[in-house]
């Protein structure tokens, strides 16, 4: 396409984050300072379930303003209908949940094949692929491990972030280029 040109075009969609925080009530304390030490231009997934609504709107809105200080791409856990009211950047869901394309970035959780098909079918831009490891949030789950991993994004049509006991040695071990955490980076 840049061919067609005479002169360089930018490409105007911001590029995905290599890595990603998660909120969740664990970390809540720590967010502030967790969005401030990461590179610029990672991105926020903001969850926060354990939050009434009212106050998990202001919540957001704190590190909203607090991760674009910093360069940082804000995803809202939920559906895009309240991803655009709160001035997200994206949305984060089941791929059953994620919904039809609407101009913002879509981030589907995918944890089987199944779900994989499913979040190709409704066009997420990215996928969350988990559990990596074994994981605080799922103790005891059975987890994909890395060659799991690498066989499940072999599959994927979209960039994937891995999730899940994700730490930045584990990601630099396993040579895993995209990735995000809760307790990994908080």
């Not at 940082?72 to 895009?80: C, E, K, M, N, P």
């Not at 994620?98 to 994989?116: I, P, Y």
């Not at 969350?128 to 049509?157: D, M, N, W």
């Amino acid at each position: 396409m840049a061919r067609c040109y005479s002169v360089l075009v930018k490409n105007r969609q911001p590029s995905l984050p290599k890595l990603w925080l998660i909120s969740d009530a664990r970390n809540d304390a720590r967010l502030e300072h967790a969005l401030a030490r990461l590179p610029r231009g990672s991105g926020l997934v903001f969850r926060h379930y354990h939050l009434s609504p009212e106050a998990r709107q202001t919540r957001f809105d704190a590190l909203l303003r607090l991760a674009r200080r910093h360069g940082h791409r804000t995803v809202l856990a939920g559906d895009t209908a309240l991803a655009r009211r709160w001035r997200a950047d994206g949305v984060y869901a089941s791929p059953e949940r994620l919904g039809r394309k609407q101009g913002m970035l879509r981030l589907a959780t995918v944890h089987s094949l199944r779900e994989l098909a499913i979040a190709h079918r409704t066009g997420a831009d990215a996928l969350l692929v988990s559990p990596v490891f074994p994981t605080a949030s799922h103790p005891g789950a059975q987890t994909l491990g890395a060659v799991g991993l690498k066989l499940l994004s072999a599959r994927a049509r979209v960039p994937v972030i891995a999730l899940g006991g994700m730490t930045r040695h584990r990601a630099r071990t396993a040579r895993i280029a995209r990735w995000a955490a809760i307790d990994g980076l908080s």
